[in-house]
């Protein structure tokens, strides 16, 4: 297969030129076995990427997680295609969860001919933890662009905090690819205008303009100055009016390499389906197969052998081995020697850096984490997660992040006086102001994390929904990113039904990986975030009150370290033996620890089981879950300020919820309680229900 039945190249031209439409056929070809995909982006955009990866990116091939790469994020994903050829001709080598590198190529000539199908390495998307050498997973448009500033922010971070004078260890560069869709969605807008305010000189976002989506021509619904609204946020912009001018895309892409103080917008006016004869330039080209006729026409157009397919001529791999694949050994080289000589001079950092990239946690993380004293009258679950924050960010230099806006109300600033705001002459400030921008701010998050940082975002848990597809696509990466959201449930009461969240714990609930914790009083807090931050695959809810809640009596009551298990006995009847089970997490709590109190003086036996996680609870064993919620007590009451959606499965078919089943309301939170049912006598009088002694 490999040998080529293409003229021979003579000219460094007519090799970049082989390269070039090695990628469009093998991309051609694998959406055409598939039967499904999109050839027509890959074959516009192979000029653009040949350059990029082959003459400018540092990035080697043999280590594909080395720091101090250059990134490449794929925002317009369903041109997947473009990578997989890429990592497949650069021979990118695979590396497993435990950062190991296995020796054996990322995609295989095989998995391209598998593209598409079940366990191949070649999916539909771009996938990262899936394929090596895939820097964020995208396919939701918008998404990867906004990851991307999140990467330039770790990037001028990294390199405030950890380079030293002859020491240039963080100095590389992200570039992203994206598409009509990507400038139409919000995402980017937010991500766009927050990168210019903060002058990310390091990323590149490279527009493909072919004036074609899925229903046809833009001009039926896009039709903005798309440079002109970047000029407005204060890019540098520049054009590329052929997509087939590897020259002017270099020259471009120096350009931006030698602007300081702002990012750049490459505009790139491109054909889809470039070199179809029937499909160049139309909404045909995007997703579906060519055809085989098609692509045979396509081939002949291109000078390439018409029959002959998945096709990688002489001279091709050869030809990314001495581009990208010399130029990035030597860079990491160079590197590795540096950080050799850095570890000797200033070991400490070299060692944060470590630890870092492996996703471990530095020696004594937990120190000084508070113990509250019970008090009835406690502490605002925000308040609490405040002071916890600010002492982890003292033990984990890497921890950062912010609102959207809401600090102050979040609690989430970090207070020490070095932490410091992040801004163009701040890098190395540890709190992000995202600005009212919550659903960027979920991405950027996730790029902080992909360049393994600790980070964090907040908000108003009503406004996760702002977020939510950024998170989403957390689980699905497997990151350890961390979401705060406060004003949990009714407690800012004369709001009103608009800020009162009441599907968002159902919601985020059913999002595989997603650990949502809604923890009951401040030492909940703390084990919440002891058990968040050991997390080093899954992201983390916390979803914390507005209002004060009584810190309990952990000497009374069992010790909070059982959030650890998702859920636990907190209050139990005489004897272990519980006639009726309350089961409740975060401000319903204390509410079913009072009711409790009052069906013990009745002569009532009841438990109080805490459960701040549904996630960790039923990660636990069955004899465990069943010594918390014994089969044979039917008589079970749920108690939460939020959707009911879910709550069976604890509470079983004889069982009870005191929940939401309508929208919340604008009173005072004392009000609102009584209207719904949040008070004790109302949780006492159910619990009697269930036990048939009204
Ligand atoms: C958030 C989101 N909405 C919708 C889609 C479905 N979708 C995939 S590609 C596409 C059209 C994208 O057009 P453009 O970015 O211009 O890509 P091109 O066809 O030019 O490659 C759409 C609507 C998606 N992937 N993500
Ligand atoms: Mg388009």
Redesign the pocket.
């Known amino acids: 297969m490999s040998t080529t039945q293409v003229a021979r190249p003579i000219t460094d031209a007519e090799i970049d030129q082989l390269c070039i439409n090695t990628i469009r056929t093998l991309s051609m070809d694998a959406v055409q076995a598939a039967n499904s995909g ?1 050839p ?2 890959p074959m ?1 955009l192979a000029p653009l990427v040949y350059t990029l990866w082959n003459r400018v990116m540092r990035f080697d091939p043999q280590d594909p997680i080395w720091p101090n790469r250059d990134r490449f994020v794929l925002s ?4 997947s295609m473009l990578l997989w050829s890429l990592l497949h001709l650069t021979k990118t080598q695979a590396v497993n969860a435990d950062y190991e590198i296995l020796g054996q190529p990322s995609v295989t000539l095989d998995d391209i001919r598998r593209f598409r199908q079940l366990d191949s390495k070649a999916p539909g ?1 771009p996938e990262y933890h899936w394929v090596s050498g895939v820097e964020t997973t995208t ?5 990867g662009v906004a990851t991307s500033v999140g990467m330039a922010i770790a990037q001028k971070w990294l390199a405030a905090h950890y380079n030293r004078p002859g020491f240039e260890l963080f100095n590389y560069n992200i570039y992203a690819v ?8 919000g995402i980017a807008s937010e991500a766009a205008s927050l990168a210019a305010h903060l002058g990310l000189d390091n990323l590149c976002w490279v527009y ?1 303009n ?6 046809g021509n ?1 001009r039926i619904a896009f039709t903005e100055d798309v440079a002109t609204r970047f000029m407005g946020y204060g890019w540098n912009v520049l054009r590329v009016g052929d997509a087939n001018d590897t020259d002017r895309i270099e020259h471009a892409l120096e350009v931006f390499r030698n602007t300081n103080g702002r990012p750049t917008f490459i505009v790139l006016d491109s054909h ?1 389906g470039y070199g179809s004869p029937h499909k160049q330039d139309t ?1 045909a ?3 579906e197969p060519l055809g085989e006729e098609e692509v045979r026409l396509c081939k002949r157009s291109y000078g390439w052998p018409e029959n002959a397919k998945f096709l990688v001529p002489g001279g091709v791999y050869e030809r990314f081995a001495s581009g990208i694949g010399a130029r990035g050994a030597e860079a990491r080289q160079e590197w590795t020697k540096l950080f050799e000589a850095y570890r000797t001079a200033y070991p400490e950092l070299a060692t944060a850096i470590d630890q870092m990239q492996r996703r471990e946690l530095p020696a004594e993380w937990d120190r000084n984490l508070p113990v509250f004293p019970a008090d009835p009258k406690g502490m605002a679950g925000r308040e609490a997660s405040g002071k916890v924050l600010n002492v982890l960010a003292q033990n984990i230099p890497w921890l950062l992040g912010g609102s959207a806006d809401l600090g102050p109300s979040n609690k989430t600033l970090l207070t020490d006086t070095d932490a410091g705001d992040f801004q163009a002459d701040n890098p190395s400030g540890r709190n992000l102001h995202f600005g009212i921008r919550e659903n960027a701010m979920a991405a950027i998050v996730n790029g902080l994390s992909l360049s393994k940082l600790r980070p964090f975002g907040a908000t108003f848990f009503i406004f996760s929904d702002y977020a939510r ?1 950024a998170m989403r696509l957390s689980a699905l990466m497997e990151l350890p990113a961390i979401f705060i959201f406060t004003h949990d449930a009714m407690g800012d009461g004369e709001d009103g039904p608009t800020h009162q969240p009441v599907e968002h714990l159902a919601s985020l609930r059913a999002i595989p990986g997603l650990v949502v914790l809604r923890p009951a009083d401040a030492n909940e807090v703390v084990e919440a975030y002891r058990y968040i931050m050991q997390l080093r695959h899954e992201p983390a809810v916390l979803t914390l009150s507005r209002q004060a809640l009584p810190t309990l009596d952990r000497s009374k009551y069992a010790p909070a370290s059982g959030v650890a298990r998702g859920a636990y006995v907190l209050a139990d009847a005489p004897g272990g033996n519980p006639d009726v089970i309350l089961i409740a997490s975060g401000s319903e709590v204390s509410l079913a620890v009072n009711a409790h109190e009052t069906l013990l003086a009745e002569g009532i036996g009841s438990r109080v089981v805490s459960m701040p996680s549904w996630d960790i609870f039923q990660h636990q064993t069955q004899e465990y879950r069943d010594s918390v919620l014994p089969p044979s007590v039917k008589a079970r009451l749920a108690i939460e300020q939020a959707s009911t959606f879910g709550w069976r499965q604890y509470v079983g078919d004889s069982g009870r919820i005191i929940g939401m089943k309508t929208f919340g309301a604008s009173a005072p939170l004392k009000e609102l309680q009584r209207k719904f049912g949040f008070e004790p006598d109302q949780v006492v009088a159910v619990a009697k229900e269930l036990l048939g002694r009204e």
């Open positions: 999109h027509g982006t516009a317009n994903g369903h041109a998307h396919g939701p448009l918008g998404q994206c598409g009509d869709g990507c400038m139409m969605e493909d072919n004036h074609i989506t899925i229903e833009t889809i909404a080209a995007h997703g597809p």
